[in-house]
């Protein structure tokens, strides 16, 4: 059984930084495409990062390059997003997903909140 634990979010000011944990189980998470996305109150959820199987390729959404970086130690079936000057309009649930998974089984976590205000 598919599962994604989000773990790392909470409150900090404008400029802090985060860092985000996603352990996966229930499916061979070393050959898939992991993402992490974000879903803000009244808005639908939107794509964040990517990193693929290889570890080394990855994709950002433009709002966040240059701040966010994510890395995945397939030893422990984790995915991890570094944020740094979080700004308000990042406040929102963070999910993390394989876009794979998702297509078959449309599961996701519970996510981690993480709220930027002074």
């Known amino acids: 059984q598919v599962h994604f634990v989000e773990s790392g979010g909470g409150w900090v000011q404008p400029g802090g930084s985060l860092i985000l944990s996603c352990v996966a189980s229930?499916?061979?998470?070393?050959?898939?495409?992991i993402r992490w996305y974000r879903q803000a109150p009244g808005k639908e959820r939107e794509r964040v990062a990517s990193?693929?199987?290889?570890?080394?390729?990855?994709a950002y959404r433009d709002s966040v390059k240059g701040r966010f970086r994510i890395r995945r130690d397939n030893a422990k079936n984790t995915t991890y997003l570094h944020m740094n000057n979080l700004q308000p309009e990042d406040t929102a649930t963070y999910y993390c997903?394989?876009?794979?998974?998702?297509?078959?089984?449309?599961?996701w976590g519970q996510g981690t909140q993480v709220t930027v205000s002074s």
């Open positions: 997903n394989a876009p794979a998974i998702l297509m078959d089984t449309g599961y």
């Open positions: 229930g499916f061979d998470f070393s050959n898939h495409t």
């Open positions: 990193i693929y199987s290889d570890g080394r390729s990855t």
